[in-house]
């Protein structure tokens, strides 16, 4: 009979955990799909994340090799991503910069217009290996912060091969 006092215990104390290895599952079944036709290099980022929240990965890339970034899983939630090189210049955003309403492009660090707006992936070829802060920030939809929803967010990389 004591035994069974512990189980909601155990279920309390274990369920982070099961819900974690869930959402990595999740996230890694739809990688494949949005990285497509690159490949899932297989280290990935797969929090379970509240609306409202923000979440941030820091990551070395290899110059010559093409890459693609993608922020997958939440996709009731608009999605704002920067990507940040290793002295905190922005080389990727995916929303308007409040300059014009006519503007609908990013400027990268090299001065280049960049269509994002809306964008959950950047592809990208670097030419000197650098490490890359990518941030993915929820916005919420919620009036009170108990109402809020939470799910899986993944920041996946592929690797064109």
Not at 18 to 24: D, F, G, N
Not at 126 to 137: G, R
Not at 143 to 156: E, N, S, W, Y
Request: net charge neutral; with cysteine.
């Amino acid at each position: 009979m004591r035994n069974k006092a512990f189980l909601p215990l155990i279920l309390f104390l274990f369920l982070p955990f099961l819900i974690k290895a869930q959402c990595k599952e999740y996230i890694k079944s739809i990688a494949a799909d949005v990285l497509d036709p690159y490949v899932l290099d297989g280290n990935f980022f797969a929090p379970v994340i509240y609306e409202g929240e923000e979440i941030s990965l820091t990551r070395t890339f290899l110059a010559g090799q093409k890459y693609k970034i993608a922020v997958v899983g939440m996709d009731f939630f608009e999605k704002e991503i920067t990507i940040k090189d290793q002295d905190g210049f922005i080389v990727f955003k995916n929303y308007r910069i409040k300059r014009k309403e006519s503007d609908q492009y990013f400027t990268d660090y090299e001065g280049y217009q960049v269509d994002c707006m809306s964008s959950t992936y950047w592809e990208f070829q670097l030419e000197q290996s650098q490490n890359l802060t990518i941030t993915v920030k929820l916005d919420q939809k919620a009036k009170r912060k108990k109402d809020r929803l939470r799910g899986c967010l993944g920041i996946v990389v592929g690797f064109y091969e």
